[in-house]
């Protein structure tokens, strides 16, 4: 275990926000991990038309303000995506809102998009752009917003030549009514928006750049299918599956578990795999998936590419892990793409 390990054990005595809070403050010093070597070739892989070194990336919701998505890069992840941001900053829900469940390696949040808003996020995301390195942006809407797509739009024509690819998220829990945004006709309006407003986009700054659609894993029967034809239709770039859950498994043994919110980490895994391999079947290779809950180890990532994700994304596991999991983890799974005949990520993909 490394010294970063130790340190990122260390912050459990403390409240879990407050030990974001210092890990974040951490790394905007230069105290955080660095991953010495490059990568192994066989981790590499092209998703949405972007080449990324190592397939395992940071999901949102660590570096909610884009303040050190240098720094996860430089830990070894192979892409990085901030935010949520929102157009305007907001508080969130009120303390305590994240909780340890130790016992199951998961977490509880019902944080409710708290972030500093578009502007700084901007400027911030602005100052590091010839740096290199793969940084996406993750979008959402105000919680008391009159028109909530617009907030997209609004997210999008902001941040357009700022960030790699943009994620738009309307499967948080935590926001009342957001998940709404999942629905056939919400959604067909939603995607229908943001397509015109890419468009215009496009035309007016000669760049493209690849959108992403984050969903939840709580879908009823034939909703994943509406869902993949939508994106289809829009010509979105990926889906991501999933965010949290609203689930509780009777397997949670955490006397936290009956805190309201949003539900990741280990008891997440077979579930969020569950739903990926339906969005797999239904995609039938017309969009990329990239698979993210529950990951934490090389066994958890190789299963949701067997499933049919093209990358994965993790956070939770970071609070139990340490920083030096995401080397742990490129290891293994690149261990075990060999140890099966593959010889490049894509080989695997749905080969269940």
Known sequence: MSLHDVAARALHAFDPEDAHGWAI????????PRDGGPDDPILAVKLAGLDLPNCVGLA???????????AMLAAGFGFVEAGTVTPLAQAGNPRPRLFRLTEDQAVINRMGFNNGGLEPFAQRLSARKDKGGLVGANIGANK?????IQDYVTGL?????????FTANISSPNTPG???LQTKAALEDLLGRISE?????????GRDYPIFLKVAPDLEDGEVEAIVETVVGSGLDAIIVSNTTIARPDSLRSAQKGEGGGL????????????LARFHAAAAGRVALIGAGGIADGAGAYAKIRAGARAVQLYSALVYGGPGLVTRIKRDLAARLRADGFAAVEDAVGQK
């Open 25 to 32: 403050r951490g790394l905007k010093w230069g105290l955080g």
């Open 60 to 70: 949102a919701g660590f570096d909610k303000n884009a303040e050190v998505p240098d």
């Open 144 to 148: 008391d917003a009159g028109d909530r």
């Open 157 to 165: 024509s902001r941040l357009w030549g700022l960030s790699d690819y």
């Open 178 to 180: 957001l998940r709404a």
């Open 197 to 205: 407003t890419r468009e215009a986009l496009k035309i007016a700054s």
């Open 264 to 275: 990741s980490g280990a008891p997440l895994l077979d579930a969020s795999t569950a739903v």
